[in-house]
């Protein structure tokens, strides 16, 4: 247990120590305990009264472990088939907006979306993602993303808990190549490596290990070790910020790319906004 607790503190540890811990996070996934664990940690880490969060020790560390927190909530299912109903949504809304009750942030969880949210669930969903309280923090689990509305997609900071080691050689070499053009002075090694995708499959393949280098290397900006020389290079020339912008433009770019655009014009995009985040002073 204790080295898949580091496995998930290693995933979030960039964001969390970054300060940009979003209103709304998805956790995507194959394994269902795995996502458990994250779901568990991220909890724990936004209710924790600690220093070091979560720490373990506080009183409201305990009480999310042991299941008792009163301002960690999760929705009821309903019906034969499990789901979250229109009704459960609203209770959560309404819930949301009264102050949390001993914590500084009131934490809401809702568990395999992608299997138990309509997608008249979800439009309803979607009024407290606009226009989400302060002090809250939604966590969203699914197996799949691409099963969810992209409304709610482009709302959430996507985690893919999948494991890299999944990825062929091919794949691995094209995202790398996709990140030494984003850190290179010049735009033509980016135009060469992103001329490569040619097809939607190849582009949903590479986008999420080039998001999972981008997150090793904002985890070694922040102090964690590593000796993989991409997140070394990354972590040297880029700012943090930098790196969450790169990280959330992937994730948008993945989500366009289920739209069936372009996927010319999707690759000009992306090989565009890479450059002006990079280049931003």
């Given at each position: ?62 009480k999310a472990f042991i299941g008792g927190h009163p ?35 009131k934490v809401f969880i809702l568990n395999d979306i ?81 001329a490569k995708i040619n097809s939607r499959d190849v ?79």
């Amino acid at each position: 247990m204790a080295d898949t607790e580091n496995n998930v503190a290693t995933i979030f540890s960039g964001l969390i120590s970054s300060g940009r811990v979003p209103h709304a996070v998805l956790i995507e996934g194959d394994e269902g305990a795995q996502r458990d664990e994250a779901v568990k940690y991220l909890s724990r880490y936004a209710v924790c009264s600690g220093e070091n969060r979560p720490c373990g020790t506080c009183k409201n560390c305990i009480k999310a472990f042991i299941g008792g927190h009163p301002d960690i909530y999760t929705p009821k299912l309903s019906g034969k088939t499990n789901i979250i109903s229109v009704d459960a949504v609203r209770e959560l809304i309404k819930d949301a907006s009264i102050i949390p009750n001993e914590a500084n942030t009131k934490v809401f969880i809702l568990n395999d979306i992608d299997k138990c949210m309509s997608d008249i669930s979800q439009n309803a969903f979607l009024k407290i993602l606009e226009e989400p309280p302060q002090s809250t923090l939604f966590i969203l689990t699914a197996q799949k993303s691409k099963r969810l509305l992209s409304t709610i997609l482009s709302r959430v900071q996507v985690f893919s808990l999948n494991s890299k080691s999944e990825t062929n050689e091919e794949t691995d070499s094209l995202a790398k190549d996709i990140i030494t053009g984003i850190l290179s002075p010049s735009e033509i090694k980016l135009l060469y490596a992103t001329a490569k995708i040619n097809s939607r499959d190849v582009f949903k393949s590479v986008l999420p290990v080039v998001s999972e280098y981008l997150r090793l290397g904002l985890n070694k900006s922040v102090g964690s070790d590593t000796d993989n020389d991409i997140a070394n290079a990354i972590a040297k020339k880029l700012t943090k910020s930098k790196i969450m912008a790169l990280i959330e433009l992937s994730s948008k770019a993945i989500i366009k790319a289920d739209r069936n655009v372009n996927m010319n014009l999707l690759c000009t995009w992306l090989c565009g906004e890479y450059r002006r985040i990079s280049w931003l002073r």
